[in-house]
């Protein structure tokens, strides 16, 4: 089956290649360009996996996280975090409010690709 | 004014009694003499006459009763008149004499009172000159102390266990002037002064809180405890304080020490440290627009490249990628530029520079130069308006350890030094004629630590530059066969110029300082039951456009100085002249000598009481004809919301408790008896300033009369008021 990954940022140079990189894995990739567009697609959509920058305007990814989390209906959702910040307190903070792991920018695309197939109980091919 | 000596009346009385008595007993003698018809004749003769025996002897009494009177002035008033003044000799600080007036008498003991006095001066100087010698070496620890303070470059404020302010010192003056709140018409002086209350300025608790930080590290044994909180003011500057106890010097035995008794003060230690930590924000944000802002392009880059690694890209793609890498590169490459930029320009170094008049340190260069290489040094094209941020020690190391290698090397005879200002810096020359060196000998001189015959320093000319963050080359003018070090310098911020330029304008010699309020302790008892001689004061006094407060006249000016501890605080004075919205009647212009146009933009009465209101605070005003002034400012109390509600005392009345028998009570008057020096009359700080010399002398006297409390004064004050308006 065909995952749906949401890609939430306001980056379009990060955007077109982690759309490029999904995409060859075999994901069905929608994007989002702010907090409140990802929030939509994500109640729309029901994507299983959602890369989440933090820093969006609009909505920040802390408070997209904490929306979804509040959602009883978006449970399934897994949610893992791409930001720039890198201190540990930011860190902690994405975990507290649910996310399911945390990347700190910059990070490889081979890794990541490995975490979101882990996160989706897939083994990497 | 002066009351009538009963005394006087019951004489007057008695002899009018005694001629009226003699009349009768001469009359019934005569009487008894006479046979019935003379009787009769003599009847008929006297009986129409009565009105004049009567008459004759009121005319006798008058000139009896005149006589008394010469006789009672002369041999009652003017003794007691004599007495008054000899009890202001008694009291007298300072030598004082009697004038020799009336009967012989009378002047051969004011004469023999003179001698007494000038004996009794004479031994009281002798002592006063021991006491001097032994205190002298106190006296100038004390000074050395204050001068130490006056001169400290952080501000100093030593307060008592209740926050009264014992010391402070110029720095701490000039921050409080900054704290201060409007325009600073009294120059913070309504907030800092000796013996206010520091939480004026400061949050009780937050003090509070330091000392019991600081009590408990006493209690655990830690040998300097201090304590630090960092406070906003109203005027939105960060301080950050550090208070320190000080410690009670106990007398042994003194029973058992709890740390209340221990501490008798703290000492505060201010800094505004608003700057320094705006320009760590800034730091704080170029680091995070660094960090942040590059890992967000870096992921970019990093996640293009993988994409670009691929071998089936298509070219559309593969275009798109490097697209994506070429405009992030761009981007950071710009990012770091504007960072740099603004790093340089906002970020001075954390070496701590000082403030320094450019041509002081071209002067202090051309001594130590010429001292050192034994080579003349001239100044030339010096701009003398320049301040410069540096720190002159390594600063001039590094222009004689130059010098020095250019006069054992190349044989320099002479040397020049100029200093010019290029907007931002500032370039100071050395400039030499004849030989030129190499680049490599400048860039060896550079790099090479500094020596001084023997002596080496771990620092080289280019660390000395750098700590500056400056710049330093050498270059030749061929054409005048002249070559020059050039330094760029970086020029002090205004602010701190300004600081430093008023630190010389102000005579720094301080009345600063008054270390014997520690021994005050509690100001809980009410202002009432206190010695007079404890007491703070405000005395004051204003001019005025006229006498009728109700009729339209206001204030145009408002004078005051501060009396602390019995001493009279000359540097505390608030002076101020104010436009009363109204023109100056000709006819007072000769009286306080202000004119329209003196008062023409200056602030109005709104703006000035609620600044004189914080000034008189926690004191007890004093004024002469009191009752005058406090009408004036109580009819603002209701435009300006501006209440006095301290109390007041009255020099004219409590003159007049202290001698009835003056005929005067003017302040010249008083000012003449006391022998206070007139100065500045009918400007409002001149007469505030007499009043509070006679204020400082009426205190003893009072005591004299067993009034020793503000209560008591009060009082006295108001039977005086009673009984001068029933004559």
Same mark, same amino acid.
């Given at each position: 089956?065909?995952?749906?990954?949401?890609?939430?940022?306001?980056?379009?140079?990060?955007?077109?290649?982690?759309?490029?990189?999904?995409?060859?894995?075999?994901?069905?990739? /929608?994007?989002?360009?702010?907090?409140?567009?990802? /929030?939509?697609?994500?109640?729309?959509?029901?994507?299983?996996?959602?890369?989440?920058?933090?820093?969006?305007?609009?909505?920040?990814?802390?408070?997209?996280?904490?929306?979804?989390?509040?959602?009883?209906?978006?449970?399934?959702?897994?949610?893992?975090? /791409?930001?720039?910040?890198?201190?540990?307190?930011?860190?902690?903070?994405?975990?507290?409010?649910?996310?399911?792991?945390?990347?700190?920018?910059?990070?490889?695309?081979?890794?990541?690709?490995?975490?979101?197939?882990?996160?989706?109980?897939?083994?990497?091919? | 004014?002066?009351?009538?000596?009963?005394?006087?009346?019951? +004489?007057?009385?008695?002899?009018?009694?005694?001629?009226?008595?003699?009349?009768?007993?001469?009359?019934?003698?005569?009487?008894?003499?006479?046979?019935?018809?003379?009787?009769?004749?003599?009847?008929?003769?006297?009986?129409?006459?009565?009105?004049?025996?009567?008459?004759?002897?009121?005319?006798?009494?008058?000139?009896?009763?005149?006589?008394?009177?010469?006789?009672?002035?002369?041999?009652?008033?003017?003794?007691?008149?004599?007495?008054?003044?000899?009890?202001?000799?008694?009291?007298?600080?300072?030598?004082?004499?009697?004038?020799?007036?009336?009967?012989?008498?009378?002047?051969?003991?004011?004469?023999?009172?003179?001698?007494?006095?000038?004996?009794?001066?004479?031994?009281?100087?002798?002592?006063?000159?021991?006491?001097?010698?032994?205190?002298?070496?106190?006296?100038?620890?004390?000074?050395?102390?204050?001068?130490?303070?006056?001169?400290?470059?952080?501000?100093?404020?030593?307060?008592?266990?209740?926050?009264?302010?014992?010391?402070?010192?110029?720095?701490?003056?000039?921050?409080?002037?900054?704290?201060?709140?409007?325009?600073?018409?009294?120059?913070?002086?309504?907030?800092?002064?000796?013996?206010?209350?520091?939480?004026?300025?400061?949050?009780?608790?937050?003090?509070?809180?330091?000392?019991?930080?600081?009590?408990?590290?006493?209690?655990?044994?830690?040998?300097?405890?201090?304590?630090?909180?960092?406070?906003?003011?109203?005027?939105?500057?960060?301080?950050?304080?550090?208070?320190?106890?000080?410690?009670?010097?106990?007398?042994?035995? @003194?029973?058992?020490?709890?740390?209340?008794?221990?501490?008798?003060?703290?000492?505060?230690?201010?800094?505004?440290?608003? @700057?320094?930590?705006?320009?760590?924000?800034?730091?704080?944000?170029?680091?995070?627009?660094?960090?942040?802002?590059?890992?967000?392009?870096?992921?970019?880059?990093? +996640?293009?490249?993988?994409?670009?690694?691929?071998?089936?890209?298509?070219?559309?793609?593969?275009?798109?990628?490097?697209?994506?890498?070429?405009?992030?590169?761009?981007?950071?490459?710009?990012?770091?530029?504007?960072?740099?930029?603004?790093?340089?320009?906002?970020?001075?170094?954390?070496?701590?520079?000082?403030?320094?008049?450019?041509?002081?340190?071209?002067?202090?260069?051309?001594?130590?130069?010429?001292?050192?290489?034994?080579?003349?040094?001239?100044?030339?094209?010096?701009?003398?308006?320049?301040?410069?941020?540096?720190?002159?020690?390594?600063?001039?190391?590094?222009?004689?350890?130059?010098?020095?290698?250019?006069?054992?090397?190349?044989?320099?005879?002479?040397?020049?030094?100029?200093?010019?200002?290029?907007?931002?810096?500032?370039?100071?020359?050395?400039?030499?004629?004849?030989?030129?060196?190499?680049?490599?000998?400048?860039?060896?001189?550079?790099?090479?630590?500094?020596?001084?015959?023997?002596?080496?320093?771990?620092?080289?000319?280019?660390?000395? &530059?750098?700590?500056?963050?400056?710049?330093?080359?050498?270059?030749?003018?061929?054409?005048?066969?002249?070559?020059?070090?050039?330094?760029?310098?970086?020029?002090?911020?205004?602010?701190?110029?300004?600081?430093?330029?008023?630190?010389?304008?102000?005579?720094?010699?301080?009345?600063?300082?008054?270390?014997?309020?520690?021994?005050? @302790?509690?100001?809980?008892? +009410?202002?009432?039951?206190?010695?007079?001689?404890?007491?703070?004061?405000?005395?004051?006094?204003?001019?005025?456009?006229?006498?009728?407060?109700?009729?339209?006249?206001?204030?145009?000016?408002?004078?005051?100085?501060?009396?602390?501890?019995?001493?009279?605080?000359?540097?505390?004075?608030?002076?101020?002249?104010?436009?009363?919205?109204?023109?100056?009647?000709?006819?007072?212009?000769?009286?306080?000598?202000?004119?329209?146009?003196?008062?023409?933009?200056?602030?109005?009465?709104?703006?000035?009481?609620?600044?004189?209101?914080?000034?008189?605070?926690?004191?007890?005003?004093?004024?002469?004809?009191?009752?005058?002034?406090?009408?004036?400012?109580?009819?603002?109390?209701?435009?300006?919301? &501006?209440?006095?509600?301290?109390?007041?005392?009255?020099?004219?009345?409590?003159?007049?408790?202290?001698?009835?028998?003056?005929?005067?009570?003017?302040?010249?008057?008083?000012?003449?008896?006391?022998?206070?020096?007139?100065?500045?009359?009918?400007?409002?700080?001149?007469?505030?300033?007499?009043?509070?010399?006679?204020?400082?002398?009426?205190?003893?006297?009072?005591?004299?009369?067993?009034?020793?409390?503000?209560?008591?004064?009060?009082?006295? +004050?108001?039977?005086?008021?009673?009984?001068?308006?029933?004559?």
């Amino acid at each position: 089956m065909t995952h749906k990954i949401l890609i939430a940022d306001d980056e379009p140079n990060i955007v077109i290649s982690l759309e490029y990189l999904l995409q060859r894995e075999g994901y069905a990739v /929608l994007v989002a360009r702010d907090g409140q567009e990802a /929030l939509d697609t994500i109640a729309r959509e029901q994507p299983a996996l959602v890369l989440l920058d933090v820093m969006m305007p609009h909505k920040t990814g802390f408070e997209v996280c904490q929306a979804v989390r509040a959602d009883e209906a978006l449970q399934g959702t897994k949610i893992l975090m /791409l930001t720039a910040k890198g201190r540990e307190t930011d860190v902690a903070k994405g975990m507290a409010l649910g996310a399911n792991a945390y990347m700190t920018k910059p990070f490889s695309t081979r890794e990541l690709v490995q975490k979101v197939a882990e996160l989706l109980g897939e083994t990497p091919a | 004014m002066r009351k009538i000596d009963p005394r006087l009346v019951l +004489a007057v009385a008695a002899s009018g009694l005694v001629m009226a008595l003699w009349l009768v007993l001469m009359s019934v003698i005569v009487w008894s003499t006479l046979d019935p018809q003379e009787r009769l004749a003599v009847g008929d003769v006297l009986a129409p006459r009565t009105v004049l025996v009567a008459m004759g002897w009121l005319l006798g009494l008058f000139l009896v009763a005149g006589t008394l009177h010469v006789l009672h002035r002369r041999y009652v008033g003017d003794p007691h008149r004599l007495l008054e003044k000899i009890r202001v000799v008694v009291t007298a600080t300072t030598p004082q004499q009697l004038t020799p007036r009336g009967t012989a008498e009378m002047q051969a003991m004011a004469r023999a009172v003179n001698e007494l006095a000038a004996q009794r001066d004479q031994l009281r100087g002798d002592m006063a000159a021991q006491v001097a010698q032994a205190s002298y070496s106190v006296q100038q620890e004390k000074n050395r102390l204050a001068a130490l303070m006056a001169e400290l470059n952080q501000s100093v404020v030593v307060c008592n266990r209740d926050g009264r302010i014992l010391l402070y010192n110029q720095r701490a003056r000039q921050q409080f002037r900054q704290l201060a709140q409007g325009p600073g018409l009294a120059a913070g002086a309504e907030l800092i002064g000796i013996g206010r209350s520091i939480y004026a300025v400061f949050d009780q608790q937050l003090l509070a809180h330091a000392l019991e930080r600081i009590h408990q590290g006493m209690a655990r044994g830690v040998a300097s405890p201090s304590a630090q909180f960092v406070t906003t003011t109203q005027g939105g500057q960060l301080l950050r304080v550090q208070v320190a106890p000080v410690r009670a010097a106990l007398a042994e035995g @003194a029973g058992e020490e709890t740390l209340e008794s221990v501490v008798s003060g703290f000492v505060l230690m201010l800094d505004n440290v608003t @700057a320094s930590v705006e320009e760590e924000a800034a730091r704080d944000q170029l680091l995070h627009g660094l960090t942040e802002g590059s890992r967000a392009s870096l992921a970019n880059i990093q +996640a293009a490249v993988d994409m670009l690694g691929y071998s089936d890209l298509e070219p559309a793609m593969r275009e798109r990628f490097l697209g994506v890498v070429r405009d992030e590169v761009g981007a950071m490459g710009r990012r770091i530029t504007d960072l740099a930029q603004r790093a340089t320009q906002r970020l001075k170094t954390r070496w701590p520079m000082e403030d320094m008049l450019g041509a002081d340190l071209a002067a202090a260069a051309q001594r130590r130069i010429a001292a050192q290489c034994d080579r003349p040094v001239s100044l030339d094209a010096i701009d003398g308006s320049l301040w410069l941020k540096v720190d002159s020690y390594t600063l001039l190391q590094a222009l004689t350890y130059l010098a020095h290698r250019l006069v054992d090397e190349f044989d320099v005879r002479f040397l020049q030094l100029r200093l010019q200002g290029t907007g931002t810096h500032a370039q100071l020359d050395l400039v030499w004629s004849g030989q030129a060196m190499s680049n490599e000998t400048v860039m060896s001189w550079e790099m090479d630590s500094m020596r001084f015959g023997n002596e080496r320093s771990p620092l080289t000319v280019r660390d000395v &530059v750098e700590r500056h963050g400056g710049e330093m080359w050498f270059e030749r003018e061929r054409v005048r066969h002249q070559a020059f070090f050039r330094f760029m310098l970086p020029l002090a911020s205004v602010q701190g110029v300004v600081d430093a330029a008023l630190g010389e304008s102000e005579y720094s010699r301080p009345e600063y300082y008054d270390f014997d309020l520690f021994k005050q @302790a509690d100001q809980g008892s +009410a202002l009432d039951d206190r010695p007079l001689s404890e007491l703070a004061y405000t005395v004051f006094d204003t001019e005025t456009t006229g006498l009728n407060p109700a009729g339209g006249d206001a204030i145009i000016q408002i004078g005051a100085a501060r009396i602390v501890n019995g001493k009279l605080l000359r540097q505390e004075c608030f002076e101020q002249l104010v436009d009363p919205g109204r023109g100056i009647p000709a006819a007072s212009i000769p009286i306080h000598g202000i004119t329209d146009d003196m008062v023409a933009g200056k602030p109005r009465i709104g703006e000035v009481l609620p600044v004189f209101h914080a000034f008189t605070q926690d004191t007890v005003l004093v004024a002469h004809n009191a009752a005058f002034d406090m009408r004036f400012l109580q009819l603002q109390e209701k435009a300006t919301g &501006v209440a006095f509600h301290q109390p007041v005392l009255d020099t004219l009345l409590l003159s007049a408790v202290v001698h009835p028998n003056q005929e005067s009570h003017r302040l010249e008057a008083i000012a003449e008896r006391f022998n206070v020096t007139v100065l500045g009359r009918h400007t409002a700080l001149g007469d505030a300033l007499v009043t509070a010399e006679i204020w400082l002398r009426l205190i003893p006297l009072l005591q004299e009369q067993g009034i020793h409390t503000l209560r008591q004064a009060r009082e006295a +004050a108001q039977k005086t008021y009673y009984a001068r308006l029933k004559y």
